[in-house]
Structures are given as C-alpha cells and as structure tokens.
Antibody, heavy 121, light 107 residues
Framework: QVTLKESGPGILQPSQTLSLTCTFS??????????VGWIRQPSGKGLEWLAN???????YYNPSLKNRLTISKDTSNNQAFLKITNVDTADTATYYC?????????????WGQGVMVTVSS | DIQMTQSPTSLAASVGESVTITCLAS??????LVWYQQKPGKSPQLLIY???ILEDGIPSRFSGSGSDTQYSLKINSLQPEDFASYYC?????????FGGGTKLELK
C-alpha cells in the first residue's frame, strides 16, 4: 500500500525559507522509474507543479520559481524534501507530494493529504 | 513551455446527465495527457492517463479521448460523487503544467 504524508512549519514569515518533508511508504526511491513530485494549490485556486526528483537523483524545477527551489531525497528513510527560499505571501498554499511511476510519461498516481503553509508577517 | 487550457472553467449539470470537459495543449503532447479529479478538501486523484487509459478502480462512466493538442474528458450518467473539480496535466515534458481546472457543480 502506497502512502505519502507531508509535513511543514504551518506558518512562517516573509523572506524565510520553507522546508517541507514528504515521508512515504509502499515504494522506494531507489527503484528504477520511481519519483516524487511536489505540487501546490493556493486556497480556491488551481494546481501548480513545483519540482520532481527521480530514483537516479535527476531533478526538475518549475522555471517560474526560478532559483528558489531545491528538491532532495533520503532514500534510506523513504523521504523527499523541498525547500523554497525567500517566501512571500504568494507562497501561501497547500503543498502536496505525490508519487511518480514510470519514465515515459509523468503522472502523479498517489498523493499525500497535503500540508497547509501560511506566509504572514 | 507547454500551456494547458481547460474549458469550461465551471459547469452545472444534473445527476444522470453527461458532460464533456476539454483541454487544449499549446503544442503537440503526443497523447501524454493526464486527468485528475479533486473533491473539496481532498487531494487530487488520478483518473486517466495517456489520454484514454482509465486508472484502476475508476468507474467506466469516465472516458478520455483526443490526440495532438486537443483532449477531452467525458463523464456519462453523472453520479452525485462526480461533482468535483477536474484538472488536466501535460505528462510529456517539463514543466509538467496543469490546466486551470473545471469545477463541475450540481444544477
């Protein structure tokens, strides 16, 4: 059974760094073709893809967030991480991590429950 | 970057009706189109991938079609649990963009 769960600070101030953790089970990020992605959703709005990391440590980022994103993984502990630097109120959203399986097409087949993050002074 | 444009942004229908949601990619994505359903307060759920392939456990009243740049999601005989938001996603290349979403509401 595949499960994912996000964790984060809940609230942080503008200009701080947001650190998110995705703890998963039922698959391994050392298995060929496996990946984890991060997606966010401001309240009442649509989905925005942020970053993906694959079993071979290949990483991709949404260019609209420029150099603010860093994705990483800890294969031994079944975790993936996302850092967003210099946050502002526009980063207030629910953040999801999701599993990616396969290499021919990127689709998110299992999602975590999401973690709400509020950026406020 | 590939842009994904969904229409309509909202749609009202009754139980038992059929509806179609469309998704237009800004360039050919060669059938690498993914659909998700999201109910209020819940995480998105994978419905269809590869434009036409139903994910395991998804009812057969859901179907996908399309190619090149134009794709559709059809829901036949709407059930109460189908009233939700629907998103398409470019599965071909980075950035793996989502469409803006379609909110399906009960008439």
């Amino acid at each position: 059974q595949v499960t994912l769960k996000e964790s984060g600070p809940g609230i942080l101030q503008p200009s701080q760094t947001l650190s998110l953790t995705c703890t998963f089970s039922g698959f391994s990020l050392s298995t060929y073709g496996m990946g984890v992605g991060w997606i966010r959703q401001p309240s009442g709005k649509g989905l925005e893809w942020l970053a993906n990391i694959w079993w071979d440590d290949d990483k991709y980022y949404n260019p609209s967030l420029k150099n603010r994103l860093t994705i990483s993984k800890d294969t031994s502990n079944n975790q993936a991480f996302l850092k967003i630097t210099n946050v502002d109120t526009a980063d207030t959203a629910t953040y999801y991590c999701a599993r990616i399986e396969g290499t021919m097409m990127v689709l998110f087949d299992y999602w975590g429950q999401g973690v709400m993050v509020t950026v406020s002074s | 970057d590939i842009q994904m444009t969904q229409s309509p942004t909202s749609l009202a229908a009754s139980v038992g009706e059929s509806v179609t949601i469309t998704c237009l990619a800004s360039e050919d994505i060669y059938g690498s189109l993914v659909w998700y359903q999201q109910k209020p307060g819940k995480s998105p759920q994978l419905l269809i991938y590869g434009a036409t392939i139903l994910e395991d456990g998804i009812p057969s009243r859901f179907s996908g079609s399309g190619s090149d740049t134009q794709y559709s999601l059809k829901i036949n005989s709407l059930q109460p649990e189908d009233f939700a938001s629907y998103y398409c996603q470019n599965g071909l290349s980075t950035p793996w963009t989502f469409g803006g979403g379609t909110k399906l509401e009960l008439k």
